[in-house]
């Protein structure tokens, strides 16, 4: 019995993820629904993807509920058996990295690799504690892969967009700024836990902290794709606020070269202040 370590910082720990984990699927859930609702016309490739995402988020959910089940109902008064590290976990960390493949593209190859090593020698592990202790280092590649991942993909839009940043297009410069302000917010959230989640395991061994953390990483990918799938709508009601219009003096002289002069202005006035 001593060598089992304290439920508080194993299993309560993990129950706080998986709790916290299920409330984002609700959230990612309700996204999902008003993006099919608002975005109709958008293509069947985007459609496929946002849908591909849910479906594994519910999956991802579904394995850590089912590894908690087993931890808490299954091995009840057998404090031995929850050292055992349930085939469930190892299908969720598989899935996770093809949620994040999803949403990252290509930059997220190598973890997917990652992943799928982890969830085949995972069906051959005898317990959690061993499963750390001989692939730690893999663990460690593909969260220190995470975090570049993340720091990088942040790092280039943010690049891209300023270098895009028009001058003199205070609408146009508001969209982009508006944009450049969402990559950073998510980048850093997904690149922070990312870095909770490799120093946790990396420094508390025998702790379920990492895994807490990991069950709510792909839940904060998807609810970002989704979150800045339909934040178009708010872009494009930034972008159809209407501008001021300009009213001519009653008693403008009706001079033929003012008034041309005056309509000109107009003109340039307007074309600045459209979103080209």
């Known amino acids: 019995m001593d060598s089992v370590p304290s439920l508080n910082s194993t299993i309560g720990v993990y129950e706080i993820g998986v709790l916290i984990s299920y409330v984002l699927l609700g959230v990612a859930t309700t996204q999902t629904y008003i993006y099919y609702t608002r975005f109709p016309d958008d293509s069947i490739k985007l459609k496929t993807l946002v849908a591909v995402v849910w479906l594994c988020e519910v999956a991802h959910a579904g394995c850590l509920g089912h590894a908690l089940y087993t931890y808490t109902i299954t091995a009840y008064m057998h404090p031995d058996a929850f050292v055992r590290a349930p085939v469930a976990l190892g299908v969720a960390v598989l899935f996770a990295g093809i949620i994040r493949a999803c949403v990252q593209g290509s930059a997220s190859f190598l973890r997917l690799l990652g992943s799928i090593v982890a969830f085949v020698m995972e069906l051959h592990s005898t317990s959690l504690a061993d499963y750390e202790a001989q692939w730690w280092w893999l663990f460690t590649t593909v969260w220190s892969l995470s975090v570049a991942n993340d720091v990088t993909i942040t790092a280039t839009l943010v690049i891209v967009l300023r270098r895009r940043r028009p001058n003199g297009l205070q609408r146009t410069t508001a969209l982009v700024d508006k944009v450049i302000a969402w ?51 708010t872009l494009r009601a930034m972008n159809e606020i209407p501008l001021p219009s300009l009213k001519l003096p009653d008693d403008l002289p009706s001079n033929g070269g003012q008034v041309s002069k005056l309509s000109e202005l107009v003109f340039v006035v307007g074309s600045r202040s459209t979103v080209p």
């Open 183 to 233: 990559t950073i917010e998510t980048g850093m959230l997904t690149s922070a836990v990312a870095v909770v989640t490799l120093t946790s395991f990396i420094t508390i061994r025998g702790n379920f902290i990492w895994l807490a953390t990991f069950s709510i990483t792909s839940r904060l990918f998807s609810n970002s794709l989704l979150a800045s799938l339909n934040s178009r709508t």
